[in-house]
């Protein structure tokens, strides 16, 4: 099998994050197992997703792990020129839902298995396929739970987003809350007489656009991120059921897209600060039972790696990538780096054509993987594989 034929197997599942992964889970395993490898399963609480890890080489310290999410995006609403799940070459591009984001990654990491064997290594190897990152990062904790619990201690992470194999050294992270005013329901001909769920969260609203504008303008700032500052907003508003009642209840979604050296908990506690001090005991003077809640949901840490950490070198080398590129999306190396990990994200593929129609990766960079793939066997293991690539 070829890293081509792997990757269409892969796309042939349709592993959109609604959806179970075991069907694309159980194949991997079965392919590992056929060059003896073993593979663990760690599964969800539903017992209908789970992440897999598997080793070649020593059951010991060191190492590196091959980090990729099994889950791709979903398909809606987009005129795609092919079935989305199923591979087509078209012009030199392998088209397909997850062909960059990222089943192209898993696809060398598990073509390059065999040579990871060949190459008698004596620091592992580590394959770690998680599921339910395209929605918020939430599933890799319970991986790294996992691994924390086997004792071994890898040395390294290379997270295998797309970025058309250069060594990408930073992102921001996200934190993101669900927002509840609780006000008080009358009529609207009495509405000093209610608490206007609606009003209020216009004012927690306002509040998080004059604290973005501010960083905006005074900062921190950190240029090589753009926008070079910690950005908020709100993304989503729901209240109110008819014009002549004073609403009841207000939600909405607020994000926080922070530079990986600020703590966005902090911010939001300035939010929270702003509600309970300002704002509450405005609504509790007219209603007692009134308030408003603000609960995390999504914690995506940022992360910079250091430029001179040994696998930054040792990826540079194999790359000849010398920049230190940060980028605007957010990848489980957040996670891995929060961890302890030092952690590059480097994988064939560019992030340009990720989560959109007729999605794509380029033949030449499923190449580049597998080269890669190839050079880092090499690295890691006592005898190069002489095996050439087809
Ligand atoms: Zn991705």
């Known amino acids: 099998m070829t890293s081509r034929d792997i990757l269409s197997r892969l796309v042939g599942f349709d592993t959109v994050s609604s959806k179970s992964n075991l069907a694309l889970i159980d194949w991997v395993r079965d392919y590992l197992e056929q060059q003896g490898i073993r593979s663990d399963l760690i599964h969800d609480e539903t017992g209908t997703k789970a992440h897999l890890w598997a080793t070649v080489g020593p059951e010991c310290d060191g190492g590196i792990v091959l980090s990729g999410h099994t889950d791709v995006v979903p398909v ?14 078209r012009e030199g591009k392998l088209f397909g839902r997850g062909t960059a984001d990222m089943k192209g990654f898993i696809a ?8 990871f064997k060949a190459a008698s290594l004596d620091r592992p190897v580590h394959l770690a396929f998680s599921y339910d990152e395209e929605i918020g990062c939430i599933g890799v904790p319970s991986l790294l739970e996992a691994i924390r619990r086997r004792g071994i201690r890898p040395a390294a992470c290379i997270v295998g987003e797309p970025t058309m194999m250069k060594l990408v050294i930073g992102h921001k992270g996200i934190l993101c809350a669900h927002g509840h005013v609780r006000g008080f329901e009358c009529h609207s001909s009495t509405a000093p007489e209610g608490v206007n769920a609606v009003q209020y969260a216009a004012r927690i609203i306002d509040f998080v656009r004059l604290e973005c504008e501010r960083r905006y303008r005074e900062g921190p700032f950190d240029h090589r991120f753009i926008p070079s500052t910690t950005t908020l907003h709100v993304g989503t508003v729901q209240g109110g059921t008819a014009f002549n009642i004073v609403p009841r209840d207000c939600r909405f979604d607020l994000e926080i897209r922070h530079l990986p050296t600020e703590d966005p908990h902090r911010i939001l506690q300035s939010v929270e600060r702003h509600c309970r001090d300002v704002l509450e005991p405005e609504m509790r003077a007219v209603a007692p039972d009134t308030g408003i809640t603000l609960s995390v949901f999504c914690d995506t840490p940022g992360f910079v790696a250091d430029p001179g950490s040994d696998i930054a070198v040792l990826l540079r080398r194999i790359t000849g990538d010398n920049d230190s590129a940060v980028v605007a999306y957010t990848t489980e190396a957040g996670h891995f780096s929060r961890d302890g990990y030092p952690t590059i994200v480097c994988g064939p593929g560019s992030m340009a054509q990720g989560h959109k129609p007729d999605e794509f990766i380029e033949v030449s960079q499923l190449a580049a993987g597998d080269r890669f793939m190839e050079a880092l066997a090499g690295a890691l293991g006592r ?5 050439p690539l087809p």
């Open 108 to 115: 060398v990491a598990l073509n390059a298995v065999e040579r």
């Open 383 to 387: 005898v190069s594989p002489p095996r």
């Open 76 to 89: 809606d609403g987009q005129s795609w020129s092919s079935d989305p799940f199923t591979l087509t070459e």
